[in-house]
């Protein structure tokens, strides 16, 4: 059973957020500004953090900074709770490293579904195949990547994303496809795929001169390319 912190300041909303989560098996902690969410995190680290950006005393986006700053803490799945039209706030978040926002005012159902999909994704199967090309290695049994030899701190989403990339071998995989299987969605082509172009910007740069192996393919979406330039 999961464990799920909701930090929201709003107390119908957060009641009502933690009573459908509840109801759908997780166990729940909920509170209601960023100081506590903080204290919360360190008495004991959640599966998933469900974060409102607009809090009192720290907002949002300085949790989400701290708690992927914090080795502990770096890779824990966090989606994001915005107003529709925070556009930039939403960018802001994805960049500091959060997996998946939901807009307000939104279905619980479909909050319910976005943690669903965020944890499976953090869960992934034990794979017996080791992912090697150039420099860089994966190993999704393990959940390691590196480069070089040097362990990478990336997000659960940049592990998934990187893997889904890696096990297509060469081929050119859309942002549509990208959403389907990294973040759950049913129906991409109805979400904003600006998701994937902030999460591979942020994982290129993490793999440093093997983050070049991630080629864009102009209005498509993205391939890894391989060693000697195969596929």
Known sequence: MADV?????????????????????????????GAEALRAVRASVPDLIVLDLMLP????????????????????????LTAKSDEVD?????ELGADDYVAKPFSPKELVARVRAVLRRARPEVAGRVF???????????HTASVSGATLALTPKEFDLLQVLMEAAGRVLTREHLLTRVWGYAHADEIESRTVDVHVRRLRAKLGDEGRRIATVKTVGYRFERAGGEG
């Open 132 to 142: 090697r090309e150039g420099a860089l290695l994966l190993d999704p049994a393990r």
């Open 57 to 80: 005393e720290i907002d949002g986006l300085e949790v989400c900074r701290r708690l992927r700053g914090d080795a502990a803490t770096a890779t824990v799945p966090i989606i994001m």
């Open 90 to 94: 939403r960018i802001v978040g994805l």
């Open 5 to 33: 912190l909701v930090v929201e300041d709003e107390p119908d909303i957060r009641h009502l957020i933690a009573h459908h989560l509840e109801r759908e098996g997780y166990r729940c902690r909920a509170v209601a500004n």
